[in-house]
T-cell receptor, first 113, second 113 residues
Framework: DQQVKQNSPSLSVQEGRISILNCDYT??????FLWYKKYPAEGPTFLIS???IKDKNEDGRFTVFLNKSAKHLSLHIVPSQPGDSAVYFC????????????WGLGTSLAVNP | GAGVSQSPSNKVTEKGKDVELRCDPI?????LYWYRQSLGQGLEFLIY????????KSGLPSDRFSAERTGGSVSTLTIQRTQQEDSAVYLC???????????FGPGTRLTVT
Protein backbone atom coordinates (compact mmCIF):
# COMPACT_ATOMS: atom_id res chain seq x y z
CA ASP A 1 0.00 0.00 0.00
CA GLN A 2 1.19 3.48 -0.82
CA GLN A 3 1.83 5.32 2.43
CA VAL A 4 2.74 8.56 0.65
CA LYS A 5 0.57 9.58 -2.25
CA GLN A 6 0.99 12.22 -4.89
CA ASN A 7 -2.22 11.98 -6.81
CA SER A 8 -1.32 14.34 -9.63
CA PRO A 9 1.22 12.77 -11.99
CA SER A 10 1.70 16.07 -13.77
CA LEU A 11 1.07 19.79 -13.45
CA SER A 12 1.47 22.62 -15.93
CA VAL A 13 1.63 26.30 -14.91
CA GLN A 14 2.55 29.59 -16.51
CA GLU A 15 5.76 31.34 -15.61
CA GLY A 16 5.24 33.79 -12.79
CA ARG A 17 2.19 32.01 -11.41
CA ILE A 18 1.96 29.82 -8.34
CA SER A 19 2.65 26.08 -8.51
CA ILE A 20 0.95 23.96 -5.87
CA LEU A 21 2.02 20.35 -5.48
CA ASN A 22 0.06 18.13 -3.15
CA CYS A 23 0.91 15.10 -1.07
CA ASP A 24 -1.14 12.89 1.25
CA TYR A 25 0.07 10.31 3.73
CA THR A 26 -1.56 7.55 5.72
CA UNK A 27 0.93 6.69 8.46
CA UNK A 28 0.34 8.82 11.57
CA UNK A 29 3.84 7.91 12.79
CA UNK A 30 5.43 10.12 10.14
CA UNK A 31 6.81 13.21 11.82
CA UNK A 32 9.13 14.71 9.24
CA PHE A 33 8.34 15.53 5.64
CA LEU A 34 10.58 16.51 2.77
CA TRP A 35 10.28 17.70 -0.79
CA TYR A 36 12.83 16.78 -3.42
CA LYS A 37 13.28 17.94 -6.99
CA LYS A 38 14.62 15.56 -9.61
CA TYR A 39 15.93 16.09 -13.11
CA PRO A 40 16.39 13.14 -15.48
CA ALA A 41 19.63 11.19 -14.95
CA GLU A 42 20.34 13.01 -11.68
CA GLY A 43 19.77 12.13 -8.05
CA PRO A 44 17.00 13.89 -6.11
CA THR A 45 17.88 17.35 -4.80
CA PHE A 46 16.63 18.29 -1.35
CA LEU A 47 14.40 21.36 -1.45
CA ILE A 48 12.64 21.95 1.82
CA SER A 49 11.37 20.04 4.82
CA UNK A 50 8.95 20.42 7.68
CA UNK A 51 8.63 18.86 11.09
CA UNK A 52 5.25 17.75 12.33
CA ILE A 53 5.42 20.32 15.12
CA LYS A 54 5.09 23.07 12.52
CA ASP A 55 2.43 23.87 9.97
CA LYS A 56 4.49 26.02 7.65
CA ASN A 57 8.08 26.37 6.54
CA GLU A 58 9.29 28.91 4.04
CA ASP A 59 12.53 29.18 2.09
CA GLY A 60 12.65 31.80 -0.61
CA ARG A 61 10.15 30.95 -3.32
CA PHE A 62 9.31 27.63 -1.70
CA THR A 63 6.81 27.14 1.11
CA VAL A 64 5.62 23.85 2.53
CA PHE A 65 2.35 23.63 4.43
CA LEU A 66 1.42 20.74 6.68
CA ASN A 67 -2.10 19.86 7.80
CA LYS A 68 -1.64 17.04 10.30
CA SER A 69 -5.30 16.44 10.91
CA ALA A 70 -5.86 15.91 7.21
CA LYS A 71 -2.53 14.11 6.74
CA HIS A 72 -1.83 16.45 3.87
CA LEU A 73 1.05 18.62 2.84
CA SER A 74 1.64 20.90 -0.08
CA LEU A 75 4.55 22.66 -1.71
CA HIS A 76 3.97 26.16 -3.07
CA ILE A 77 6.38 27.69 -5.55
CA VAL A 78 5.91 31.42 -6.09
CA PRO A 79 6.67 32.76 -8.61
CA SER A 80 7.21 29.71 -10.80
CA GLN A 81 10.13 29.81 -13.21
CA PRO A 82 10.90 27.64 -16.26
CA GLY A 83 13.92 26.24 -14.41
CA ASP A 84 11.55 24.78 -11.84
CA SER A 85 10.38 22.25 -14.43
CA ALA A 86 11.27 18.86 -12.97
CA VAL A 87 9.73 15.94 -11.10
CA TYR A 88 8.90 16.76 -7.48
CA PHE A 89 8.84 14.01 -4.89
CA CYS A 90 7.24 14.14 -1.48
CA UNK A 91 8.85 11.94 1.17
CA UNK A 92 8.11 11.18 4.80
CA UNK A 93 10.02 9.67 7.68
CA UNK A 94 9.45 8.56 11.24
CA UNK A 95 11.72 8.65 14.25
CA UNK A 96 10.99 5.03 15.03
CA UNK A 97 11.81 3.92 11.52
CA UNK A 98 15.45 4.98 11.26
CA UNK A 99 14.41 8.05 9.28
CA UNK A 100 14.28 6.03 6.07
CA UNK A 101 12.34 7.96 3.48
CA UNK A 102 9.02 6.70 2.20
CA TRP A 103 8.36 8.27 -1.18
CA GLY A 104 5.46 9.37 -3.27
CA LEU A 105 5.53 8.59 -6.97
CA GLY A 106 6.26 12.18 -7.95
CA THR A 107 4.58 15.00 -9.82
CA SER A 108 6.07 16.24 -13.05
CA LEU A 109 5.91 20.04 -13.10
CA ALA A 110 6.14 21.98 -16.36
CA VAL A 111 6.49 25.75 -16.09
CA ASN A 112 5.73 27.34 -19.42
CA PRO A 113 7.37 30.63 -20.48
CA GLY B 1 32.55 20.68 0.08
CA ALA B 2 31.96 17.70 -2.17
CA GLY B 3 28.56 16.12 -2.35
CA VAL B 4 27.69 12.44 -2.40
CA SER B 5 29.42 10.59 -5.19
CA GLN B 6 28.61 7.21 -6.67
CA SER B 7 30.42 4.93 -9.06
CA PRO B 8 30.06 3.70 -11.65
CA SER B 9 27.47 6.00 -13.14
CA ASN B 10 26.34 3.25 -15.50
CA LYS B 11 26.80 -0.50 -15.35
CA VAL B 12 25.69 -3.06 -17.88
CA THR B 13 26.12 -6.64 -16.80
CA GLU B 14 25.06 -10.06 -17.90
CA LYS B 15 22.49 -12.00 -15.95
CA GLY B 16 24.18 -14.12 -13.31
CA LYS B 17 27.19 -11.87 -12.80
CA ASP B 18 27.99 -10.08 -9.54
CA VAL B 19 28.17 -6.29 -9.36
CA GLU B 20 29.48 -3.81 -6.81
CA LEU B 21 28.17 -0.28 -6.51
CA ARG B 22 30.07 2.31 -4.54
CA CYS B 23 28.95 5.34 -2.54
CA ASP B 24 31.11 8.09 -1.05
CA PRO B 25 28.97 10.11 1.36
CA ILE B 26 29.44 13.70 2.43
CA UNK B 27 32.28 13.89 4.92
CA UNK B 28 31.03 13.79 8.48
CA UNK B 29 27.63 12.35 7.63
CA UNK B 30 27.04 9.44 9.95
CA UNK B 31 23.87 8.14 8.34
CA LEU B 32 23.91 6.51 4.91
CA TYR B 33 20.96 5.12 2.97
CA TRP B 34 20.61 3.10 -0.21
CA TYR B 35 17.48 3.37 -2.34
CA ARG B 36 16.57 2.20 -5.81
CA GLN B 37 14.17 3.34 -8.47
CA SER B 38 12.99 0.78 -10.96
CA LEU B 39 11.46 1.79 -14.28
CA GLY B 40 7.99 3.15 -13.71
CA GLN B 41 8.28 2.72 -9.96
CA GLY B 42 8.85 5.06 -7.07
CA LEU B 43 11.97 5.15 -4.97
CA GLU B 44 12.22 2.30 -2.50
CA PHE B 45 14.40 2.00 0.57
CA LEU B 46 17.01 -0.76 0.63
CA ILE B 47 19.30 -0.38 3.65
CA TYR B 48 20.35 2.13 6.32
CA UNK B 49 23.75 2.54 7.96
CA UNK B 50 24.54 4.43 11.13
CA UNK B 51 28.29 4.54 11.24
CA UNK B 52 29.45 1.12 10.10
CA UNK B 53 26.41 -0.69 11.45
CA UNK B 54 23.32 -1.51 9.43
CA UNK B 55 20.41 -1.51 11.89
CA UNK B 56 17.85 -1.61 9.10
CA LYS B 57 18.22 -3.98 6.16
CA SER B 58 14.51 -4.46 5.75
CA GLY B 59 14.40 -3.14 2.18
CA LEU B 60 16.90 -5.56 0.67
CA PRO B 61 14.80 -7.57 -1.81
CA SER B 62 16.66 -10.87 -1.49
CA ASP B 63 19.72 -12.47 0.04
CA ARG B 64 21.56 -11.79 -3.20
CA PHE B 65 21.82 -8.19 -2.00
CA SER B 66 24.32 -7.14 0.65
CA ALA B 67 26.04 -3.95 1.69
CA GLU B 68 28.83 -2.84 3.91
CA ARG B 69 30.27 0.41 5.13
CA THR B 70 33.81 0.90 6.30
CA GLY B 71 35.43 3.66 8.33
CA GLY B 72 32.08 5.32 8.74
CA SER B 73 32.44 6.52 5.19
CA VAL B 74 32.42 4.58 1.92
CA SER B 75 29.68 2.04 1.35
CA THR B 76 29.48 -0.76 -1.18
CA LEU B 77 26.26 -2.40 -2.31
CA THR B 78 26.84 -5.85 -3.79
CA ILE B 79 24.35 -7.76 -5.90
CA GLN B 80 25.22 -11.39 -6.53
CA ARG B 81 23.95 -13.45 -9.44
CA THR B 82 22.16 -10.46 -10.95
CA GLN B 83 18.71 -10.90 -12.44
CA GLN B 84 16.92 -8.75 -14.99
CA GLU B 85 14.55 -7.46 -12.32
CA ASP B 86 17.57 -5.92 -10.57
CA SER B 87 17.80 -3.36 -13.37
CA ALA B 88 17.21 0.03 -11.77
CA VAL B 89 18.86 3.25 -10.70
CA TYR B 90 20.56 2.72 -7.35
CA LEU B 91 20.76 5.87 -5.25
CA CYS B 92 22.82 6.57 -2.17
CA UNK B 93 22.07 9.34 0.32
CA UNK B 94 23.77 10.59 3.44
CA UNK B 95 22.72 12.79 6.31
CA UNK B 96 23.95 14.15 9.62
CA UNK B 97 21.27 12.24 11.42
CA UNK B 98 17.67 12.46 12.30
CA UNK B 99 15.80 14.47 11.40
CA UNK B 100 17.13 16.33 8.45
CA UNK B 101 17.53 16.32 4.74
CA UNK B 102 19.16 13.36 3.07
CA UNK B 103 21.55 14.36 0.31
CA PHE B 104 21.69 12.15 -2.73
CA GLY B 105 24.35 11.11 -5.16
CA PRO B 106 23.72 10.99 -8.90
CA GLY B 107 22.93 7.29 -8.83
CA THR B 108 24.19 4.21 -10.63
CA ARG B 109 22.08 2.98 -13.51
CA LEU B 110 22.30 -0.81 -13.54
CA THR B 111 21.16 -2.73 -16.58
CA VAL B 112 21.11 -6.53 -16.45
CA THR B 113 20.94 -8.14 -19.88
Amino acid sequence: DQQVKQNSPSLSVQEGRISILNCDYTNSMFDYFLWYKKYPAEGPTFLISISSIKDKNEDGRFTVFLNKSAKHLSLHIVPSQPGDSAVYFCAASAAGNNRKLIWGLGTSLAVNP
Amino acid sequence: GAGVSQSPSNKVTEKGKDVELRCDPISGHTALYWYRQSLGQGLEFLIYFQGNSAPDKSGLPSDRFSAERTGGSVSTLTIQRTQQEDSAVYLCASSLGAPGGQYFGPGTRLTVT
